[in-house]
């Protein structure tokens, strides 16, 4: 697949954008690296005539724009989500470097959709919205003040995949596939997974709602690692659904 392709597959989420002049200048950072497709959750003020006064030539990606109540909803259809965070977090998948990220996202953009997840400008990511990602990556800055401005952050990562995209270096053959490989998971289907195991960790008592500690994180944590392909995901739910009946097959009379 040839490299603009690649990066028209690469999705640019803003979650909880509060100043519209930087939805405009993400627009912008995105359209001058050959990335197009933006995603917006819940922006304080979308369309706005100060996101189109700092998107300048790049208003086609302002009007393009999809605007979602939720993460989950923006990072339908996508195979890797790639949180991008200021900050070390205790929860959520290991942090990654910006380089190898960008590469492994172009091998992944071969084989379907991908998405950066920006933050909010005040409180950044949410926990929630970090478990909703498989990666994450931060942009080395000095430690005392690593918060890059929303436009700025979406232009670091933007740049960096379009060096890697043209980098010339083949995309890497995916060592993993077997001749029964099934392709890799959407998150859809993952998030269908986290809610099967929730409801069979609430009804078998396992899981106390009083008490839910981290549970639910951790196992998001392993998914995450795991990458799971459908056919995985399949075999889980099936065997979920099967303790959910009454009676069944190889159970003791
Ligand atoms: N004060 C917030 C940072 C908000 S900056 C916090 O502490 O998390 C807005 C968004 O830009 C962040 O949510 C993140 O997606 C991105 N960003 C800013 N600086 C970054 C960095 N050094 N590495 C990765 N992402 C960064």
Redesign the pocket.
Same mark, same amino acid.
């Given at each position: 697949m040839n490299p603009e392709d690649l990066l028209s597959r690469i999705r640019v989420v803003l979650c909880r954008p509060s100043h519209p002049g930087n939805i405009g200048a993400a627009a912008r950072a995105m359209k001058t690296m050959g990335l197009s497709d933006l995603h917006l959750v819940a922006p304080r003020s979308f369309p706005d005539a100060e996101a189109d006064a700092r998107a300048t030539g790049a208003v086609d990606v302002l009007q393009a724009a999809k605007v979602h109540a939720d993460l989950p909803a923006a990072l339908a259809g996508v195979r890797l989500a790639i949180a991008? $965070?200021?900050?070390r977090r205790d929860l959520g998948p290991p942090v990654g470097d910006v380089r190898a990220m960008a590469a492994q996202a172009l091998v992944e953009a071969a084989a379907g959709e991908v998405a950066l997840v920006?933050?909010?400008?005040? @409180?950044?990511?949410s926990n929630d919205e970090v478990l909703c990602c498989q990666a994450a @990556?931060?942009?080395p800055?000095k430690p005392e003040f $690593?918060?890059?401005n929303?436009g700025a952050?979406v232009q670091i990562l933007c740049y960096e995949l379009r060096m890697a995209a043209f980098d010339a270096a083949p995309p890497t053959p995916d060592f993993r596939a077997t001749p029964f490989a099934s392709p890799t998971a959407t998150v859809e289907e993952v998030e269908g997974l986290y809610a099967h195991l929730e409801a069979v960790a609430l009804a078998s008592g396992f899981l106390n709602p009083a008490q839910p500690g981290r549970l639910m994180p951790k196992l998001r944590r392993l998914f995450a690692r795991a990458r799971p392909e459908r056919d995985e995901i399949n075999i889980l739910r099936g065997l979920l659904a099967a303790t959910q009946q009454p009676t069944g097959h190889g159970r003791k009379r």
């Open positions: 991008l $965070s200021a900050r920006f933050g909010n400008e005040t @409180v950044g990511l @990556v931060s942009i800055a $690593s918060s890059l929303l952050a």
